[in-house]
């Protein structure tokens, strides 16, 4: 292995250390707590190491945004695959994207609420971005209906499924209908 290489693999290591760190950290605290100076006391670095990696907290909670994408990305298609029948697939696309949310607050909230310098629905978007609406159109492509835009559909029942799970989180809808709400929007909505 030349130096480049090794310097180039240390340096990747760092990023995913800054990045894992950030998480657990906003995961445990909010992200008011990750700031680059807590960070650097706990990955034992300098401050100007974290700033050689990501411009400020604004990019870490983009990296953190980006693999949380990718993850929620593979829980909705594991979810939907192993689902027989086009009801099925909505049904367990809805319950895997709710449970990610409820299990990663903090990712969703990089990924949906907080500014990680990050373009969504644009030409730039990232692509675990486009791959996270890629997963959901998948299978809501397939339930659009007649004459309706499959990626409009997409992002109305993203919409609805993002309004669910951010308001069921601050208790301004009560967590044990969670089920009954998931299967009205797939009866209604999807399987209209």
């Given at each position: 292995m030349s130096v480049q290489e090794r310097k180039e693999r240390e340096r990747a290591g760092r990023e995913r250390l800054i990045v894992a760190t950030a998480r657990e950290l906003a995961e445990q605290q909010g992200w008011d707590a990750v700031t680059t100076?807590?960070?650097?006391?706990?990955i034992e670095y300098?401050?100007?190491?974290l700033y050689s990696h990501f411009r400020g907290?604004?990019?870490?909670?983009?990296?953190?945004?980006?693999?949380?994408?990718?993850?929620?990305?593979g829980a909705v298609r594991a979810a939907a695959s192993s689902a027989d029948g086009p009801r099925a697939r909505v049904t367990a696309l809805?319950?895997?994207?709710?449970d990610f949310a409820e299990r990663n607050p903090a990712v969703y909230d990089a990924m949906f609420q907080l500014d990680g310098g990050l373009a969504f629905a644009k030409e730039?978007?990232?692509?675990?971005?486009?791959?996270?609406?890629?997963?959901?159109?998948?299978?809501l492509g397939e339930v659009a209906g007649d004459g309706v835009h499959p990626g409009l559909f997409t992002e109305t029942f993203w919409a609805a499924l993002h309004g669910l799970a951010t308001l069921?989180?601050?208790r301004r809808l009560p967590p044990e209908?969670?089920?009954?709400?998931?299967?009205?929007l797939v009866?209604?909505?999807?399987?209209?």
């Open positions: 100076r807590r960070l650097a006391e706990r300098s401050q100007p190491v907290k604004r990019e870490i909670i983009g990296a953190v945004a980006l693999e949380g994408a990718s993850e929620m990305a809805a319950r895997a994207y709710l730039e978007t990232p692509e675990p971005l486009k791959d996270a609406f890629a997963a959901l159109l998948e299978s069921t989180r601050a209908d969670t089920e009954r709400r998931v299967e009205l009866d209604r909505l999807a399987m209209a």
